[in-house]
């Protein structure tokens, strides 16, 4: 699934080509792709109709694009979504599930999904301009809004496991899996260290290394495992190359040459190094 840097990379492609653009017309090809759209697909592509894109904006894994002073277009890219722009008069692609021509006649916008679980929804905003069904997700670190002392105080008071916290989108959104093993092996903590044991200055420490592995997949274009995350020119990131833990068991670790660990994790893999972060004698599940 795209994390925040890959997101982030295909909202400031979006941004480029889309912004200042008035869509001519919407169509949506897969019901699914507007499921979340409760008027359905008709009303949705309808109601873009003639509307001018002001920009578009992320937060964590979802991103938007203004479409008025109070409404958006929220998209989440679930597993495989792709937002692509191109010739409009090119071949329709497997799996299209929505497609945005504008007035200008220039390049469309599209929308391919081939698991189809991401989405796509118009809805009204908060007065930060904020999609309502995503106002409860916390800023990402990334974001001028994240608030570190709120951070801080509540990662203590969650009683909980490092790695949970890290993916719990109610704390700290758009740190998924990839990056939260790559934070943490940065930062040198193991994944259940419980969180009511963490000093201000180690919480600091995961937090300064999140910004700095997503800033370094950010330039990177990404972390693309498979074809299945492209950018909007439908190019892959190459991140992957500069992972230290991630997918990366029984290989040394670059740091110090122990095998790197695998565990399961809720239904996915942790992947940390036994010596640089060795596990808490107090570890919550």
């Known amino acids: 699934m795209p994390e925040l840097p890959e997101v982030e990379v295909v909202r400031q492609g979006v941004e480029r080509w889309v912004s200042g653009r008035t869509i001519e017309s919407a169509t949506v090809l897969h019901p699914r792709a507007a499921r979340r759209h409760v008027e359905g697909p008709s009303d949705l592509a309808a109601r873009l109709t003639g509307r001018l894109v002001s920009g578009a904006r992320r937060r964590g894994k979802y991103l938007w694009l203004p479409v008025g002073d109070d409404e958006a ?21 497997k799996h299209l599930r929505a497609r945005f021509t504008f007035t200008d006649e220039g390049l469309d916008l599209r ?38 002392e709120a951070f801080f105080g509540a990662l203590r008071r969650r009683r909980t496991a490092l790695k949970r916290a890290l993916l719990d989108q109610s704390l700290i959104s758009g740190v998924g899996n990839i990056y939260a093993d790559e934070a943490l092996w940065r930062a040198r903590l193991h994944g259940l260290r419980p969180t009511e044991t963490l000093t201000r200055p180690e919480a600091s420490r ?80």
């Open 206 to 285: 995961v937090l300064t290394a999140a910004r700095e592995v997503m800033g370094a997949a950010l330039a990177a274009g990404g972390t693309s495992f498979d074809s299945l995350y492209v950018n909007v020119n439908g190019e892959s990131g190459y991140f992957e190359r500069s992972l230290n833990v991630y997918g990366r068991e029984d290989e040394p670790c670059s740091r110090c040459g122990t095998p790197i660990r695998r565990d399961a994790f809720m239904n996915r893999s942790s992947y940390t190094c036994p010596t640089c972060q060795p596990r808490p004698r107090r570890a919550r599940a």
């Open 73 to 93: 277009l929220l998209a989440h890219l679930g597993m495989s979504g792709q937002l692509i722009v191109g010739e409009p008069g090119r071949p329709y692609e």
């Open 111 to 148: 929308f391919i999904d081939q698991r189809t679980f991401g989405h796509l929804m118009l809805t009204s905003t908060t007065e930060d301009g904020v999609p309502e069904p995503i106002a409860h997700i916390a800023p990402d670190p990334l974001e001028k809004a994240f608030d570190e």
